[in-house]
């Protein structure tokens, strides 16, 4: 098991991305503690993990909460091994002017300035343990993206953060990266495609922008995510690792 044992504090775990990077960590011998901001996602979707895992309710841009959070699961392992800040949020659709200062701050908040919060908060444990912290970004935060120019404003900054964090705790051997999906089947983006005009126009693009030719679930990401979590990855750190399909390569169109 190539975490087992190890202690991870996973924020934006009930659905996802993150609900598959828990059971993949579940699944290689982690104890997860997953927060979300739901009253009940969080907690109910750990009890199917397992009685050893936890799960409750934790705004990741309020820092009293995150604080809290990572607190309780301390006290419950002892420990923390890693930190995998997954929550964030997408809206608004539209361009830079258009975008309110409630809708910027809200993406900055929940997408960014979490990472803030948790690191302050988990540092002194991760040197302990010498562990890691784990970013889920997004390729349009190194390519750009049409009518999301906040979002992508999120997810660039975290890239960069990403890679002073991994300079600034090298040395005490902590390790920081991220992983960037591009296009990912979530329940999110199944809504968003089925509210379209033509969804299954909308799929065939999806899976057309992935050389690889389809756009995959959330477990390709979590594997990633296991791998960066992992001693295998032992010396790894600032590095943005594209789990994309090679959409970064250039769009795939059919002849």
């Not at 993990?49 to 799960?55: A, P």
């Not at 477990?219 to 990855?233: G, P, Q």
Request: net charge negative; glycine share 10%; hydrophobic share 40%.
């Amino acid at each position: 098991m190539l975490l087992k044992d190890k202690v991870i504090f996973l924020t934006g775990g009930s659905t996802g991305i993150g609900w598959e990077c828990a059971k993949a960590y579940a699944a290689e011998g982690a104890l997860v503690t997953i927060v979300a901001r739901g009253k009940e996602g969080a907690a109910s979707v750990a009890s199917e993990l397992g009685s050893e895992h936890l799960g409750f309710p934790c705004d990741v841009s309020i820092d009293a909460e995150v604080q809290a959070a990572i607190e309780r699961t301390l006290a419950h392992f002892g420990r923390l091994d890693a930190v995998h800040n997954n929550a964030g949020i997408g809206s608004p659709v539209k361009a830079l002017h258009e975008t309110s200062d409630e809708e910027w701050d809200a993406l900055f908040d929940i997408n960014l300035k979490s990472m803030l919060y948790t690191t302050r908060h988990a540092f002194a444990a991760l040197r302990e343990s010498k562990g890691c912290i784990l970013n889920t970004s997004s390729l349009v935060g190194v390519i750009g993206q049409e009518t999301h120019a906040a979002y992508t404003a999120t997810k660039g900054g975290m890239n960069t953060l990403t890679k002073s964090m991994a300079l600034d705790y090298a040395k005490y051997g902590i390790r920081v990266n991220a992983v960037c999906p591009a296009g990912t089947w979530t329940p999110m983006l199944r809504k968003w495609c089925a509210e379209q005009a033509n969804p299954a126009s909308v799929e065939r693009y999806l899976d057309e922008i992935h050389p690889m030719g389809y756009c995959p679930e959330g477990d390709v990401i979590a594997d990633a995510c296991v791998y960066l979590l992992s001693d295998k990855a032992r010396f790894v750190t600032g590095h943005i690792m594209h789990v994309s399909g090679g959409a970064e390569l250039g769009y795939r169109r059919p002849f």
